[in-house]
């Protein structure tokens, strides 16, 4: 029996659009606090508004900028989310931290895949204690660092690597949509995908998108 493929929608701007994702088959949401750049931000106050009404079993990602353990406990205490979605590189020591404070919550490295360095990247998040990785194609190294929801695919081979020699789930994002998504599952066979740009029109959450892009997915 072929493995199914997880869907986290991404950007998350209301309970409505909530609602809509979870309808047409989302396994988990995202959420996006304050960022450097890129769209989908809301505010702490209406990301926790969003957590408490989304049933399980569905996931709630909570993306954060901050670096720092009590930065990203402070924030992971105004949204209550059930994972923590880490934009930007940590020192090795955090996850450990951050699994001692909070032992329920699940922990998404999210690795920017610009050249080989970023496998290496990858695998040292996972020896230190990251329980997923999500493969996005940012720029941490701009001036003002772009750290998600750029809509640019990046080099799926790279990302394949990284599939291939992880010991977690790895969710793949960046660039995707209705059009290009079963080349993408084929190429990299991901355990998820992750969607932000792809399924919206004018910024908003577009049904026929989404429901075009699981149709591809299932």
Not at 85 to 106: F, H, I, M, S
Not at 152 to 166: F, K, Y
Not at 191 to 209: E, H, M, P, Y
């Given at each position: 029996?072929?493995?199914?493929t997880?869907?986290?929608?991404?950007?998350?701007?209301s309970?409505d659009?909530?609602?809509?994702a979870?309808?047409?088959?989302?396994d988990?949401?995202?959420?996006?606090?304050?960022?450097?750049?890129?769209?989908?931000?809301?505010?702490?106050?209406?990301?926790?508004?969003?957590?408490r009404?989304?049933?399980?079993?569905?996931?709630?990602?909570?993306?954060?900028?901050?670096?720092t353990v009590?930065?990203?406990?402070a924030h992971?205490?105004r949204?209550?989310?059930s994972?923590?979605?880490?934009?930007?590189?940590?020192?090795?020591?955090?996850?450990?931290?951050?699994r001692?404070?909070?032992?329920?919550?699940k922990?998404v490295q999210v690795?920017?895949?610009?050249?080989?360095?970023?496998?290496?990247?990858?695998?040292?998040?996972v020896?230190s204690?990251?329980?997923?990785?999500?493969?996005?194609?940012?720029n941490?190294?701009?001036?003002?660092?772009?750290?998600?929801?750029t809509g640019?695919?990046h080099?799926?081979?790279l990302?394949?690597?990284?599939?291939?020699q992880?010991?977690?789930?790895?969710?793949l994002?960046?660039?995707?949509?209705?059009?290009?998504v079963?080349?993408?599952i084929?190429?990299?066979?991901?355990?998820?995908?992750?969607?932000?740009?792809?399924?919206?029109?004018?910024?908003?959450?577009?049904?026929?998108?989404?429901?075009a892009?699981?149709?591809?997915?299932?």
């Amino acid at each position: 029996m072929p493995v199914r493929t997880r869907v986290k929608i991404c950007c998350i701007s209301s309970p409505d659009e909530a609602r809509l994702a979870v309808e047409l088959g989302a396994d988990a949401l995202g959420l996006v606090g304050a960022m450097p750049s890129g769209p989908g931000v809301v505010a702490d106050e209406l990301a926790a508004d969003i957590v408490r009404q989304v049933p399980p079993p569905i996931a709630t990602f909570m993306l954060t900028s901050e670096t720092t353990v009590a930065g990203i406990l402070a924030h992971h205490g105004r949204v209550l989310a059930s994972t923590i979605q880490l934009v930007d590189a940590v020192p090795p020591e955090t996850y450990a931290q951050l699994r001692q404070a909070l032992p329920t919550v699940k922990l998404v490295q999210v690795i920017h895949v610009t050249d080989e360095r970023s496998v290496a990247e990858a695998l040292a998040a996972v020896a230190s204690g990251a329980d997923a990785l999500l493969l996005d194609s940012g720029n941490p190294n701009l001036t003002v660092k772009e750290l998600g929801g750029t809509g640019r695919v990046h080099n799926w081979q790279l990302s394949r690597a990284i599939v291939d020699q992880s010991s977690v789930p790895v969710f793949l994002a960046g660039g995707l949509n209705p059009a290009n998504v079963r080349t993408a599952i084929g190429q990299v066979q991901p355990f998820g995908l992750d969607i932000c740009s792809g399924v919206r029109t004018n910024g908003q959450l577009d049904a026929d998108k989404l429901r075009a892009f699981m149709e591809q997915v299932r």
